[in-house]
């Protein structure tokens, strides 16, 4: 059984704005270190992963996860309003670890308003470019980060808990990524997130459920995809996204944060993770 904390919504508005496009929301190769959330008001266009595609309908609400490969293809019109948000970095575990979310859910006239409600109290919030390489990576990010810091505490409280009644109508429909029967790999993924910031070895992991590390690596990857070192290592590199794209810190106490004694090491796994060498990618974020 996952602890309240586990379970915990932790979002922080990034952007929001309504949108209009002509056959021109054509993008490819996407991967952000915060989630995205698209109310369909009109039109059609199809959201790709890397397995699937999505046609996107009028009143439907998508969810696209951070870290998720993706791209979009429009050939038409289409009227949408656009969320972004990111977990807090100070949380250990990431709701879209826990749960594997639905990409689809009919919307309701009451999560239209809801929307709308968030869209009036954040003025500002839009896009200005709605290239995904522009504005991932740019001054943008940061202008709305610094926005939501000076924000008043009662409409910060408002747009999170609506932030929360709309990511809980996709968690209605989620399912547990881990069987509740198989309560060896929950400890595993308690005991990572719970020492993320540290080194974490495969003995330490199989001493925790009392299996031969074969046997572990074996139960992991039949329920994870990855092995658990890939599993670790592909965690500490997006905490070190999301760092770098939240709080100024440099790219060394970022990774001795993360439990890399060496730096180098560090560099090398977060270029060979995101095909980009850390100094660049802060470069381009502009922390």
Known sequence: ????????????????????????????????????????????????????????????????????????????TLSLFYIHIYENPERKSSIFDRYIFP?????????LELVKRLHSINPGRELSIYDP??????????????????????LEAESQAIIQLLIS???????????????????????????????????ALADLTFLSKDHLIRLFKKHMDVTPMKYINQKKIEKAQLM??????????????????????FNRLFKKMTGENPTSYKRRIGR
């Open 1 to 76: 059984m996952m602890t309240k904390e586990k379970n915990k919504l932790d979002f922080t508005l990034l952007n929001i704005g309504y949108a209009k496009h002509d056959g021109d929301w054509n993008f490819k190769n996407i991967k952000s270190p915060f989630a995205r959330i698209h109310y369909i008001l009109e039109g059609e266009a199809t959201i790709i992963f890397q397995n699937t595609s999505i046609k996107l309908k009028a009143d439907h609400m998508y969810l696209t996860p951070a870290h998720v490969h993706h791209g979009y293809e429009c050939s038409s």
């Open 244 to 265: 770098m794209l939240v709080d100024d810190i440099n790219i060394q106490e970022i990774s001795f944060k993360l439990g890399f004694e060496n730096i180098s090491y």
């Open 103 to 111: 990409k689809e859910i009919f919307a309701d006239k009451f999560l």
């Open 169 to 203: 109508r996709f968690l209605a429909g989620a399912t547990s990524r881990i069987p509740d029967v198989d309560k060896r790999l929950s400890r595993v993924l308690d005991y990572i997130d719970d020492h993320l910031h540290q080194q974490i070895s495969i003995d």
């Open 133 to 154: 390489k522009s504005y991932d990576n740019s001054s943008e990010l940061m202008k709305n980060i610094a926005i939501q810091i000076n924000s008043p505490f009662a």
